[in-house]
């Protein structure tokens, strides 16, 4: 690209969307999840057990897994590394009244202006950080079920079996609006988007950084 | 800016409410309510829907198969042999066909794992084990039963009074068909007091023995004695 002129640096420049820290801990959660959900459908099928076998090699890849699924998310967000993922936790959390009413529509009202993240893009990371804490307290006690009441165990199974179903819809929905947004899964990559995306996905987002450039663009 | 300092009341356009946290706290607690009520659950949603489609609900009316080993061992029912020795007066070995030449016993029960996970309303039909071991003769001093499975890494253990409560059968038949290899087929231990893992499955032989010799999951930290109802003495309710 040429266009690197005075005149309009804002149309033609590109902005930072995910610092190296974030592409990390996105990529280490998606390695994670990846072998806690492959591993888990030999463990959950009794056809596919019986191809993989092995199922004491499975089971322990998963626990384990399991265990340091929080690590990469608490090391990007506690660190002294992790200005912007902690900036991008608060735009998670904070929703405006239209994108509640995003939400309490079912996705009917679509907001006017977007943020850096659509409500729905909130709504993932936030399902993702609640599915990490619910299963990996449901999957403690799974595997050391001798500290809990024999209903608790059933009650746990219960839950990590249906929320896994739900992990699966949700990721596989990820994935696959990734691969229909590629300037966006780019992103995920390379960090950087051009302005022209910016200003189409996330006009909210490109007015603020206009207006402070350094705040999301500091080394 | 505070994230929903200002609540749900707070209806302007550019006002801002703490969704995530609400959210993410809220799975949270359905988690949690989850653990505690799950079982409850899933067992009026299991009788609701029936005991075919419980099968649906995720974690219901389903078995996970377990192996220690790296795959399953397969034992056609004419090659398989089960050797009772020990502290017995007639050591002997038995076929399939001599296992269903003796009295059958036959009954329905919920199969639980030690892990939380049940199946209601198995079938079970086998031989007694109090009939194989009057069969064979018992020593003085005898005390205990080992068992021992055709994956050659899995045993079991219990006291003989555990072993002649009359739901402790050696299964030949299950869910209404011969069992499966992957349910341990040909011929499996079930011990419906307990749970799951003293079932020992693709059971090749049983030794009379003096002294409980804790099996493959007990070396692993489960409790010798796996009663259903949590207690992990050498008798439960139902021999006390």
């Not at chain 1, 994670?32 to 959900?37: A, C, Q, R, S, Y």
């Not at chain 1, 909130?122 to 999957?139: E, P």
């Not at chain 1, 229909?180 to 189409?200: K, L, N, Q």
Request: charged share 20%; aromatic share 10%.
């Amino acid at each position: 690209m040429t266009t690197q002129i005075d005149a309009a640096p804002q149309s033609a420049g590109r902005i930072l969307r995910f610092d190296g820290v974030q592409r990390a801990a996105h990529w280490a959660n998606a390695l994670l999840f990846g072998i806690l959900m492959l591993t888990a459908l030999p463990l959950y099928f009794p056809s596919l057990s019986d191809v993989v076998g092995r199922r004491a090699l499975v089971a322990n890849i998963h626990v384990w897994s399991g265990v340091a699924l929080p690590v990469p998310l608490l090391i990007s967000l506690l660190g002294p590394w992790g200005a912007q993922m902690r900036r991008d936790l608060r735009r998670i959390n904070v929703w405006t009244n239209e994108e509640v009413k995003w939400l309490r529509s079912l996705g009917r009202n679509a907001p006017r202006v977007v943020d850096k993240f659509n409500p729905g893009q909130k709504l993932n990371a936030i399902f993702v950080g609640g599915s990490i804490v619910v299963m990996l307290a449901t999957g403690f006690i799974l595997k050391w079920f001798r500290f809990f009441p024999v209903n608790w165990r059933t009650g746990a199974t219960f839950v990590h079996d249906a929320l896994a179903f739900a992990i699966f819809a949700v990721v596989i929905g990820h994935i696959l609006f990734a691969l229909t947004h590629r300037d966006s899964m780019r992103s995920m990559i390379t960090g950087w988007v051009s302005e022209t995306w910016a200003a189409r996905h996330a006009p909210g987002w490109l007015r603020e950084m206009r207006a402070r450039p350094e705040r999301d663009q500091l080394p | 800016m505070p994230a929903g300092a200002k609540g749900d009341t707070d209806k302007r356009p550019g006002s801002r409410v703490a969704v995530g946290r609400r959210v993410f706290l809220g799975m949270g607690v359905l988690g949690a309510a989850g653990v505690v009520f799950g079982a409850k659950v899933q067992n009026v949603l299991g009788n609701a829907l029936g005991s075919g489609l419980g099968g649906l609900l995720p974690g219901g009316d389903r078995f996970r198969i377990y192996t220690i080993t790296g795959s399953y061992p397969r034992v056609s029912e004419a090659d398989y042999r089960l050797e009772v020795s020990g502290l017995v007066h007639h050591p002997q070995i038995f076929t399939l066909a001599d296992l269903k030449a003796m009295p059958s016993t036959s009954f329905v029960q919920e199969f639980q794992c030690v892990t939380g996970w049940t199946v209601p309303d198995v079938h079970w039909e086998g031989v007694k084990l109090s009939d194989i071991l009057d069969n064979a003769g018992v020593k003085q001093g005898a005390v205990a039963l080992s068992f021992e499975s055709y994956d050659g890494a899995d045993s079991e253990s219990l006291t003989l009074d555990q072993a002649r409560l009359p739901d402790v059968i050696v299964a030949y038949r299950m869910l209404g068909a011969p069992v499966t290899t992957e349910h341990g087929g040909p011929v499996r231990l079930y011990v419906g007091p307990m749970f799951g893992y003293k079932s020992l499955k693709w059971l090749s032989a049983i030794r009379v023995v003096d002294e409980v010799i804790p099996g493959f999951w007990e070396q692993n930290g489960y409790p010798v004695n796996g009663w259903r109802d949590g207690s992990t003495g050498p008798t439960d309710r139902s021999l006390s």
